[in-house]
């Protein structure tokens, strides 16, 4: 199926670092959402962003909608332990055939050393 | 807590037979959604649903696979005849279905299936 391209794959940081993470698409999305995902659970919205450019802050998460509308970024600030998880991005096209679903990229794995 | 509800959590089943799952959406949400997740990989879309009518399958569903919302709230996932390659977490999901596009999907905590 079609997925995005999400970059890093995986992460291992020390608490108190800043992480960035990114996605990119050949497609034009109207939506970008970011999920994380802990073992065995399904994902957990974090951030929506629904205009191109739009910078959206949720605690030390921050998340920018790219001009293009073919990517997007992911940042947290002072990551702590509990931010370990997978993240997500997720994007959605819009127009007549909006259906709501989601096509998801393959994630990007951040470990956080205390 | 009126999240997005699945069961069971996980099921282990023979390779062969046939399986159901069960989703309730967040109360008012008018559509839902499933999802496949395999490991290492982000999830897939299958199905969705406008209140009770399947509006979208994804090539995915094979006709092994069957989805129904009767009466537009709960939804039900069969697989039938079971294979090995089924094995994966399987998600759904729900939104209220608005018009305009600032509409945010909830996840339930999905059902892990395993085919031996």
């Known amino acids: 199926g079609q997925q995005l391209n999400q970059s890093p794959q995986s992460m291992f940081i020390q608490e108190g670092e800043d992480v960035s993470m990114n996605c990119t698409s050949s497609?034009?999305?109207?939506?970008w959402l970011w999920y994380k995902q802990d073992p065995g659970e399904g994902p957990v919205l974090l951030i929506a962003?629904?205009?191109?450019?739009e910078l959206t802050s949720n605690g030390r998460l921050t998340a920018q909608f790219g001009i293009t509308r073919k990517d997007s970024f992911l940042n947290i600030s002072a990551s702590i332990p509990s931010d370990v998880g997978i993240y997500f991005c997720?994007?959605?096209?819009?127009?007549?055939?909006?259906?709501?679903?989601?096509?998801f990229g393959q994630g990007t794995t951040l470990q956080v050393k205390p | 807590d009126t999240g997005v509800s699945q069961d069971p959590r996980h099921k282990i089943t023979k390779r062969g037979q046939n399986v159901t799952f069960r989703c309730d959406p967040i109360?008012?949400?008018?559509?839902l959604y499933w999802y496949r997740q395999t490991l290492g990989q982000g999830p897939e879309f299958l199905t969705y649903?406008?209140?009770?009518?399947?509006?979208?399958k994804s090539r995915l569903l094979s006709d092994r696979f069957s989805a129904e919302r009767p009466k537009g709230s709960f939804s039900t996932l069969e697989i039938q005849r079971t294979e090995q390659g089924d094995s994966a977490m399987y998600l759904c999901?729900?939104?209220?279905?608005?018009?305009?596009?600032?509409?945010?999907?909830?996840f339930g905590s999905g059902t892990q299936l395993s085919v031996l």
């Open positions: 109360s008012e949400h008018n559509r």
């Open positions: 999901a729900s939104s209220r279905g608005q018009l305009a596009t600032n509409e945010k999907l909830f």
């Open positions: 649903f406008q209140n009770e009518a399947q509006l979208e």
């Open positions: 997720a994007g959605r096209f819009g127009g007549s055939s909006n259906t709501g679903k989601l096509i």
């Open positions: 497609s034009i999305f109207n939506t």
């Open positions: 962003l629904y205009k191109a450019g």
